[in-house]
């Protein structure tokens, strides 16, 4: 995760005021070495400059923090915060990925400070030590920034994953909820398109009889209604709005029975022992069938359909009418059948049958 431009040099003039501050106090407790002059305030204000542009150039920053503290001790100024740049640009060359360069530089960083040691006059029993002090305190920082960028690389890749995971599902959500609305709705409004016609028929001879057409209209334009509004809560608040529950195959009956006011005389056979289904499977079903029969409403001119259940590892659908127009090859009806079918891991055909007319064939697996 990068920084903005105004955190990087905010931080870099800390490190620099810090370093001078902690130079002179290091220097008042450090009588023996040498004082703090204009050339050792340079060499403590270079890394904290070259800290400034840190992001953009994270390996030259190092180099330059390392150079300025090898020099800085070479020439006997005492020992102080000026390795805090130093530790800064370190971190900062792992996280941006530079991990081979920062670790060469600092193990030519540590030789450096073993010359400079050595051509340090001033220095004292404890040099030895303070080899190891280094040595250790910069195999500590390469560890941990190098255990920072891994936990940020591991917490950056589980944010991926669950964006890809949310888009996942609001592309199911979505699908799922134009598959409802082009079917709920194309079959409601065939089916008022269907009743409107009765009624404009017999309006004027049979008034009377024109009632119950306009009575199915009504209750078709309710329920299409109904699942606009709970589509639109759905697109409205990002969430799966309260829904009635899901149609299944026990509810073939009302369904054909509204197709049969349309003119079709419509017969469903059932095969097989009647066994309830997982609910993505009846729902599947259902569908397939409505889908299937408004397919026949507006395209076939037909009279006769058959629709033939038949229960076995799953269930077994056909539909198939009389009429000679058809339905299309191509369009959201069909391909919305294919959808459903898939996703259970079953398979949907449909086209013209050789003895006339349009078949409709699904099969959907018990376990989806």
């Not at 499977?281 to 001119?301: D, G, P």
Request: glycine share 8%.
């Amino acid at each position: 995760m990068r920084l903005p431009r105004r955190a990087v040099w905010l931080s870099a003039f800390g490190v620099g005021v810090f370093q001078i501050v902690g130079t002179f106090g290091a220097s008042h407790n450090q009588p023996d070495r040498k004082a703090v002059d204009a050339l050792a305030i340079v060499l403590v204000i270079a890394g904290p400059i070259a800290l400034a542009v840190r992001d953009r150039w994270p390996v030259g920053a190092l180099a330059v923090s390392i150079v300025a503290a090898d020099i800085y001790i070479a020439l006997g100024y005492p020992f102080g915060p000026i390795f805090v740049s130093v530790a800064v640009a370190l971190f900062a060359c792992v996280m941006s990925g530079r991990r081979r360069e920062a670790t060469l530089l600092v193990a030519a960083g540590f030789a450096g400070f073993v010359v400079a040691g050595i051509a340090d006059t001033r220095t004292d029993g404890l040099a030895l030590v303070r080899l190891a002090l280094v040595a250790g305190w910069a195999t500590l920082m390469l560890a941990i920034a190098e255990l920072v960028r891994v936990r940020r690389m591991q917490a950056a890749e589980r944010q991926r994953v669950a964006a890809e995971e949310e888009r996942r599902r609001e592309d199911e959500q979505r699908l799922l909820l134009a598959q409802e609305l082009h079917d709920v709705l194309a079959h409601n409004i065939s089916l008022i398109n269907v009743q409107a016609s009765v009624a404009l028929h017999l309006v004027d001879d049979h008034p009377d009889q024109a009632r119950p057409a306009l009575v199915n209209i009504k209750a078709a334009s309710h329920d299409a209604l109904k699942e606009l509004r709970t589509a639109l809560d759905v697109l409205r608040h990002g969430e799966t709005a309260p829904r009635a529950p899901a149609p299944t195959l026990a509810d073939l009956d009302e369904l054909i029975d509204g197709v049969r006011l349309g003119g079709l005389d419509v017969h469903m056979t059932i095969d097989g022992p009647v066994e309830p289904l997982p609910s993505a499977v009846e729902l599947a079903a259902y569908r397939i069938v409505q889908e299937a029969l408004t397919n026949v409403t507006r395209h076939a001119q037909a009279h006769d359909v058959s629709v033939h259940i038949e229960y076995d590892e799953g269930v077994t659908i056909e539909v198939l009418d009389d009429g000679v127009g058809g339905a299309p090859t191509a369009g959201n009806g069909l391909v919305g059948m294919r959808e459903r079918a898939l996703a259970l891991g079953g398979s949907v055909t449909a086209g013209p049958h050789p003895g006339g007319g349009f078949r409709v064939a699904a099969h959907l697996p018990r376990q989806p």
